[in-house]
């Protein structure tokens, strides 16, 4: 498993501002909309293109396009929703699948809740969302849940990861043809299980607290 962290001075302003306590629900929207269309750009550059002929108002030329089957973008929801237009408005051909997940505040094991996602997924580029990568317990079960339906090009796209998490998707999915993009790797879990210094609950700072 590859990772990638983003080491760019607007990625890094971006981030400092939603790490902020005081950065409100409305701000901290628009921030993560606006740091996954700085990280789709890195995790695309491998995006199937094909190319295509035209003609422009000077003369006949070659281009290249997305190619088919269309890449398919599945946000973990409810803090990946967050990065949802962002990346789709990089990808206007995507299609896209979802996944509900959420971790036991006591065990930090994750379940999920709901699929709806393509039954066969070989042969598809598939690009998850999720800002928090932190025991990565969420992450794996998500993935191999893609791998299970034949997934074969999976690239995870994180806002912030714990480097417990990382090592943890190193083990678990070894050998797997899986990347991860990110903007920082943060210093470590705490005994909560979130990230340090981290950001918070980013599904709460997005949407309210969960009742
Ligand atoms: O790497 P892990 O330890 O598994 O933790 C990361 C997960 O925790 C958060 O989701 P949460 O369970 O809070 O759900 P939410 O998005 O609905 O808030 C986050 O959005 C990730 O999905
Ligand atoms: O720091 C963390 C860890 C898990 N989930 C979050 O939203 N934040
Ligand atoms: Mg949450």
Do not use: W
Request: aromatic residues 4%; proline residues 6%; glycine residues 10%.
């Amino acid at each position: 498993m590859q990772i990638n962290v983003v080491d760019h001075p607007l990625v890094a302003h971006k981030l400092t501002t939603l790490r902020d306590q005081r950065t409100d629900s409305a701000t901290f929207r628009r921030l993560a909309d606006e740091l996954v269309t700085l990280l789709a750009y890195e995790a695309t550059r491998d995006v199937r293109t094909e190319s295509v002929d035209l003609i422009t108002p000077v003369t006949a030329t070659t281009g290249v396009r997305l190619t088919h089957p269309r890449p398919l973008v599945v946000p973990i929801l409810r803090a990946g929703l967050g990065m949802l237009e962002g990346m789709v408005r990089l990808l206007p051909t995507a299609e896209v699948g979802f996944l509900g997940m959420i971790r036991d505040e006591d065990t930090l094991q994750p379940s999920t809740y709901t699929t709806r996602m393509p039954d066969d997924l070989s042969g598809r580029q598939v690009y998850v969302l999720d800002p928090m990568l932190a025991t990565g317990g969420t992450l794996v079960a998500g993935i191999n849940e893609l791998i299970a339906r034949g997934a074969d090009d999976v690239t995870a796209i994180c806002l912030l990861a714990a480097p417990e998490g990382v090592a943890t998707m190193q083990r678990e999915l070894a050998g797997a043809p899986v990347q991860v993009v990110t903007a920082a790797v943060d210093e470590r879990l705490n005994e909560q299980g979130y990230i340090v210094p981290g950001l918070g609950d980013a599904g709460d700072r997005m949407y309210g607290l969960a009742g």
